[in-house]
């Protein structure tokens, strides 16, 4: 697999504490929203997404907030572990548009 | 990922020459695209299909083209490569638009010297 090295912010945490990613989008169109993870040497991978008719959606861990009055989307991860060190981005899109884009990204790294 | 995969993994090649990237697909998902990703910019859209012959141009087309003759098949040709396309390519593909995300292929270094 491949990976690029970054030039990201990166929020650092202890292992066994709660995790924050944020992401701010600019397109208020924008109805569709996912969060990507992506480890050293791999292609993104699919976590969790959410439509705009929501605020909240849980899975596993995790949990995707959306604020759409000040375009701002977030990712909570419960219970950070060290397989959770990777590189997260937020992606977003609307009916209008055939494909994603993507944000920055954000590198969280776990401490133990 | 399982039912992607992309081809070659890393790739050293002269500027001005011609350079294809293949993307193989098991899943006969309809929504195929070709991102770059590069230090600073994440992820930018270079090419997606909709279906066989159905292509369309994303935010950083120029350089590239595109084929796509059968559903498990896409291809993105730099038909003269330059530096400036130094990138990690990953190959993306999704049952339908705007549903369930993307699975992604592992990517292909490509190094233009």
């Known amino acids: 697999g491949e990976s690029v090295g970054l030039h990201l912010p990166t929020l650092s945490v202890q292992e066994g504490d709660n995790s924050i990613i944020n992401c701010a989008y600019s397109?208020?169109?924008?109805?569709?929203f996912i969060w990507y993870k992506q480890e050293s040497g791999k292609g993104p991978q699919f976590i969790i997404d959410?439509?705009?008719?929501?605020d909240k959606r849980q899975g596993q861990r995790v949990t995707v907030l959306l604020n759409k009055t000040v375009k701002h989307l977030s990712l909570q991860i419960a219970a950070t572990q060290p397989g959770d060190s990777a590189v997260y981005f937020c992606?977003?899109?609307?009916?209008?548009?055939?494909?994603?884009?993507f944000g920055s990204g954000t590198r969280l790294q776990v401490q133990p | 990922d399982a039912g992607i995969t992309q081809s070659p993994r890393h790739k050293v090649t002269e500027t001005g020459t011609p350079v294809t990237l293949r993307c193989h697909q098991t899943?006969?998902?309809?929504?195929m695209y070709w991102y770059r990703q590069d230090p600073g910019h994440g992820l930018r859209l270079i090419h997606y299909?909709?279906?066989?012959?159905?292509?369309d141009k994303g935010e950083v087309s120029d350089g590239y083209s595109v084929s796509r003759s059968k559903t498990e098949d896409f291809l993105l040709t730099l038909e003269s490569a330059t530096s400036s396309q130094t990138s990690v390519y990953f190959c993306?593909?999704?049952?339908?638009?705007?549903?369930?995300?993307?699975?992604f292929g592992s990517g292909t270094r490509l190094t233009v010297v």
């Open positions: 992606a977003e899109t609307d009916t209008g548009r055939r494909a994603l884009t």
């Open positions: 959410i439509r705009s008719n929501m």
């Open positions: 993306a593909i999704s049952e339908g638009q705007n549903i369930g995300g993307y699975t």
């Open positions: 299909s909709y279906g066989v012959k159905d292509t």
């Open positions: 397109n208020s169109a924008s109805d569709y």
């Open positions: 899943e006969n998902h309809r929504y």
